[in-house]
């Protein structure tokens, strides 16, 4: 099997004036964020969550968010998913006894999502794992670079037309 590095070499090779770091930079980015759904996919497999769905709860979970309608729309702009993708996260939380839909009073055609007390207490059990995943990983770079890859992506995000 060919490393990342070999196979990027050979790339470089036909195309010699290629933008090197721009492009091995970008590469890196996708696999990274490939493998750390997958690390935190890990951490959550005793909870019989999945990221997206843990950051679903999340949001239903947030404080700021206390008396306040969310609805699968605004949980599809918030989590940068379409709504089908929201429709099967629910479909499945909400089989699970851990989320609930209700209708809207002032707009029947819609729908409030809401976490159950069975989905607040799994949120809550996850949490500490999810947090001590996170923190394992970012301690490889050390706290001056975390710091720094922090304002260099939010950097390249607001490049990308990202939140300001």
């Not at 997958?38 to 968010?65: H, W």
């Not at 209700?102 to 999502?113: C, E, G, H, M």
Request: proline letters at 4%.
């Amino acid at each position: 099997m060919t490393t990342f590095e070999d196979r990027i070499g050979r790339y470089f090779e036909q195309y010699p004036s290629a933008p090197r770091s721009a492009l091995v930079a970008s590469r890196l980015i996708f696999f990274v964020a490939q493998r750390l759904d997958q690390y935190i996919d890990t951490a959550l497999a005793p909870y019989g969550l999945q990221r997206r769905q843990y950051l679903l709860m999340t949001v239903l979970a947030s404080k700021e968010r206390a008396n306040r309608v969310i609805t699968p729309s605004e949980l599809g702009e918030i989590l940068d998913a379409t709504r089908t993708q929201i429709t099967r996260l629910l479909d499945g939380l909400e089989a699970r006894g851990l989320v609930q839909r209700n209708p809207v009073l002032k707009d029947r055609r819609s729908f409030a999502v809401d976490l159950t007390q069975t989905g607040e207490a799994l949120f809550r059990q996850a949490t500490p794992a999810v947090h001590g995943a996170h923190e394992r990983l970012w301690e490889e770079l050390g706290t001056k670079a975390t710091t720094q890859t922090i304002e260099h992506l939010r950097q390249l995000y607001r490049h990308l037309g990202g939140e300001q």
